[in-house]
């Protein structure tokens, strides 16, 4: 049984440069299952350590800090795949970790009704317009004066300002950017998404933010959707759902970003035959770039908001409420999607290849790390501007 159409990529996951490569090949349901295994035994001890720490140091009355499962799980999967290392059995299954995140997020929207995700408000979509400008801008500019090749610059900052990994797999073909210069960005990408969740929760802790505006702090600088979603939730439950609205935003663009980028490649006669009879069809190439885990988001929340409203107050949607989840059905898929995210931190853990750090020279991690404080510091300025002025 052929499960190509319904997993991700599997280089997003594993890219091309890392030792433990997963070839591009269709993979069996049945040859999933190891790696899926472990994502769960991964993601539960992490679960299970949260909990047996809290206790003791609450039997005791020890004061100890409360280290979230999600930390726990991303530690134990970076020990064990930077160590003992991934056998071959689990790689297909580990890496449909992407599968598991997007499936988390599609079933958040039952946590959200729409006029939930409309207090996220104009001025945090404003915020998220101008930090996606700022670090599409910063970044590109800070490739051309290392002297990057423009290839490499525009992976690196289409990985930073819109979705990380996924983004600079969408636009290395749209740019036909090589292997070597894709695998040097999500290296960085990579490297630096993991230092992000162990500096912002502390950032974010430190400088007492709420948890709306950390989560849209999150959701604005940490570049792959995984480690937004990890940031957000290790400082806390509400703070991890405004980090997935403000991420989710920044994913939309996806679609447009490669898109533009086609195009200015196409008339400097720079993209392939294949990208130029692409191009005759703009709309399906926009289609098929965007993510559609954006669009079950949205129409699960929209379901959940069906199935809350009171006739009395909107008689006019009244007819159309039974199409809406009910309480409990809403709080089973909410359990549901912490189940998805589960799998999701272990993956993010288990996928973090540390010795990558060290292969792919210093001049493009450098420009990587140097945009992306950059790009942390604007945003959580604007964000802490934001929050002072309107209280988000």
Not at 60 to 79: C, T
Not at 264 to 289: E, I, V
Not at 327 to 355: C, D, E, Y
Not at 363 to 376: H, S
């Amino acid at each position: 049984m052929s499960v190509s159409n319904t997993l991700p990529d599997l280089r997003e996951s594993y890219p091309p440069h890392a030792p433990h490569a997963v070839p591009e090949q269709k993979t069996s349901l049945l040859g999933l299952i190891p790696g899926v295994l472990l994502l769960f035994v991964v993601g539960y001890a992490g679960k299970f350590v949260e909990h047996a720490i809290n206790t003791w140091a609450k039997t005791d009355h020890i004061p100890f800090p409360n280290i979230e499962y999600v930390m726990w799980a991303i530690i134990f999967g970076i020990l064990i795949a930077n160590t003992i290392g991934l056998p071959k059995i689990f790689r297909p299954g580990v890496a449909t970790y992407e599968f598991w995140l997007k499936a988390g997020i599609i079933l958040l929207g039952a946590r959200f009704l729409l006029g939930d995700i409309l207090k996220l408000g104009g001025i945090s979509l404003v915020l998220v317009a101008i930090a996606f400008t700022l670090s599409l801008a910063f970044m590109t500019w800070l490739g051309h004066a290392f002297k990057l090749s423009d290839k490499l610059t525009t992976l690196l900052a289409v990985g930073s300002s819109v979705c990380g990994v996924s983004a600079i797999i969408a636009t290395q073909g749209s740019i036909d950017a090589d292997e070597q210069d894709t695998s040097t960005a999500i290296a960085a990408i990579l490297a630096l998404g993991a230092i992000s969740l162990f500096a912002f929760p502390a950032i974010g802790h430190a400088l007492h933010m709420s948890d709306h505006a950390y989560g849209i702090w999150a959701g604005l600088a940490v570049d792959n959707t995984a480690e937004a979603t990890a940031a957000g939730a290790l400082y806390s439950d509400t703070a991890g759902k405004f980090a997935v609205l403000a991420k989710t935003c920044r994913n939309a663009l996806i679609g447009f970003v490669v898109l533009g980028y086609a195009i200015a490649w196409a008339r400097k006669g720079l993209a392939s035959a294949a990208n130029q009879a692409q191009l005759q069809h703009k709309a399906a190439f926009l289609w098929n770039k965007f993510p559609k885990f954006v669009l079950g988001f949205i129409l699960i929340s929209l379901l959940a908001t069906l199935g809350t409203l009171d006739p009395k107050l909107y008689p006019h949607l009244a007819a159309y409420a039974h199409f809406g989840f009910t309480k409990p059905q809403l709080l089973a898929l909410g359990n549901l999607s912490r189940w998805a995210f589960l799998l999701t931190f272990a993956g993010v853990g288990l996928r973090t290849n540390l010795r990558d750090l060290f292969k792919q020279g210093a001049r493009p991690f450098l420009v990587g790390a140097l945009g992306e404080v950059a790009i942390a510091a604007i945003t959580l300025a604007l964000v802490l501007g934001a929050d002072h002025l309107y209280h988000l």
